[in-house]
């Protein structure tokens, strides 16, 4: 997608065994606000999940009952939804060119993706998938810094990249959106947590010796916080919808 170069926008391909296997899902209570927002259900909703990914959001929207079709670029991460999801069609593609029929669905969501996107394009191509009512559901799925070791890690890592590796992202101006915060955790083994931050864009372009570095450090610091090995990440999903 053309926000950002796109060797970094695929550079979860080489990585996308890894992400499928670390990355955290999403909370019942973000899909409820989904619906509540978008002012229907998903149960029976034609759905197309954009930049799908490995299907994290995607297994997720089909268990609540949607009609869900991913649309996915990248090679890798292609084959990774094929292996993880193979009763839910694929098609390939990005929201700057949905590869979709116009005024064919309910919901458009974009779980973490939109921020590879052109709002210059995807907004006009969400306009023109959505049916009359439709909403386009976007959402990022971030470590809380109101907790005190997540917010040092972060800075370590913003420190790390001088703030330049990091992915920055905007609300599209254009549409009407609201926004809600959805807190939630989820219990993991550090080397879990470990390979989650390995698993985004900031590490993968950043090289495997220098990512090493940087986690065989949190390591230590982690494990005398979480001596028993288990780290709590807790988390707020920024869920914003628009009625398009």
């Known amino acids: 997608m053309t926000s950002t170069p796109p060797t970094r926008a695929r550079s979860f391909d080489a990585a996308a065994a890894l992400y499928s296997a670390n990355r955290p899902g999403y909370p019942g209570e973000l899909f409820d606000a989904v619906e509540e927002l978008a002012g229907r259900g998903l149960r029976g909703a034609r759905v197309a999940d954009v930049g799908a990914g490995t299907g994290i959001a995607t297994g997720l929207l089909r268990a609540r009952g949607a009609e869900v079709l991913a649309v996915e670029p990248g090679d890798g991460m292609a084959a990774e939804f094929r292996r993880s999801n193979p009763g839910i069609p694929l098609v390939r593609g ?112 950043l090289g495997p010796a220098g990512t090493r570095e940087f986690l065989d450090a949190e390591r230590a610091r982690l494990t005398a916080l979480f001596p028993d090995g288990t780290v709590e990440e807790r988390y707020v999903v920024t869920l914003a919808v628009a009625l398009v």
């Open 94 to 205: 990005d929201g700057d060119r949905l590869p979709l029929v116009t005024a064919g669905f309910d919901f458009l969501t974009y779980a973490q993706a939109w921020h590879w996107t052109d709002p210059a394009r995807s907004v006009p191509e969400a306009r023109r998938v959505l049916r009359p009512g439709g909403a386009l559901a976007l959402w990022w799925n971030d470590m809380d810094p109101a907790v005190p070791w997540i917010a040092e890690q972060d800075e370590r890592i913003r420190d790390l990249f001088d703030a330049g590796g990091l992915t920055y992202r905007a609300l599209p101006a254009e549409l009407d959106l609201t926004v809600r915060e959805i807190r939630w955790s989820r219990r993991i083994p550090l080397d879990v947590h470990l390979a989650n931050h390995a698993s985004h864009s900031a590490f993968l372009m």
